[in-house]
């Protein structure tokens, strides 16, 4: 089974709906991330959080928000899609507190914005 | 503002050369630098970290450089095979951006038979 899992792989959707994107991971990490990436632009960082009662904000959080509800398991929201959101959203999870170890990253979410 | 770059061109080569990809960055101070491959469609994968006091690290068929100075990196790939075919993306991280990653657009290396 895979270490860092998302839900759902696609979807499509229309302006204005809500949208939770789900990343759940065994690889027993405290660290994790919510990137999104577009052609042309690399990974860009939305947010992350250290561990369970730590979420901070990265480079493009707004018009996203996120939930850690358990350290396994960390959600990113759309609360009113758009068009511009449309991209591939990648988890990933990291073990050392100094984060200098590898990230591993989930198999992506290509999300479609109409 | 903090700029990495990465070969804007994509890179395609003849199977058994060797394909080198360079990383520049700006207006960064990073405590490391680490090398991923992403496949079409799937996240990227972790291949290989230097860290801001080291030269070259090696790993099989693959050599990354770090200079600090000219504040950029080389990633090679000897004897190339079309395996290794992929996207190829630098990250750095610093203790001053929390040790949190910051990517290139990266570069598509395409290997022919």
């Known amino acids: 089974d895979a270490d860092v899992t998302q839900t759902p792989r696609n979807r499509i959707t229309k302006t204005g709906k809500r949208i939770m994107l789900e990343c759940s991971q065994t690889k027993g990490h405290d660290r994790m991330y919510w990137y999104r990436q577009d052609p042309g632009l690399g990974l860009r960082l939305i947010y992350y959080s250290f561990d369970v009662k730590d979420i901070n904000k990265g480079e493009i959080s707004d018009g996203y928000s996120v939930s850690r509800q358990a350290q396994a398991k960390f959600s990113l929201s759309l609360e009113s899609a758009i068009p511009n959101q449309t991209a591939l959203y990648f988890c990933?999870?990291?073990?050392?507190?100094?984060?200098?170890?590898?990230?591993?990253f989930g198999p992506g979410t290509r999300l479609t914005v109409l | 503002s903090q700029k990495i770059e990465q070969n804007s061109e994509a890179l395609n080569i003849q199977e058994g050369k060797t394909a080198t990809l360079t990383c520049n960055y700006t207006?960064?101070?990073?405590?490391?630098l680490q090398w991923y491959r992403q496949d079409p469609g799937r996240g990227p994968v972790f291949l290989l970290l230097i860290r801001e006091n080291e030269k070259e690290k090696r790993k099989e068929r693959l050599k990354v450089t770090f200079d600090t100075t000219l504040k950029q990196s080389l990633f090679h790939i000897t004897a190339s095979q079309p395996a290794d075919s992929a996207t190829y993306l630098c990250?750095?991280?610093?203790?001053?951006?929390?040790?949190?990653?910051?990517f290139g657009a990266g570069t598509t290396v395409t290997v022919r038979a």
């Open positions: 990250a750095l991280g610093a203790p001053s951006n929390d040790y949190k990653l910051s």
């Open positions: 207006n960064y101070s990073p405590a490391y």
């Open positions: 990933a999870t990291s073990d050392d507190l100094s984060g200098k170890d590898e990230q591993f």
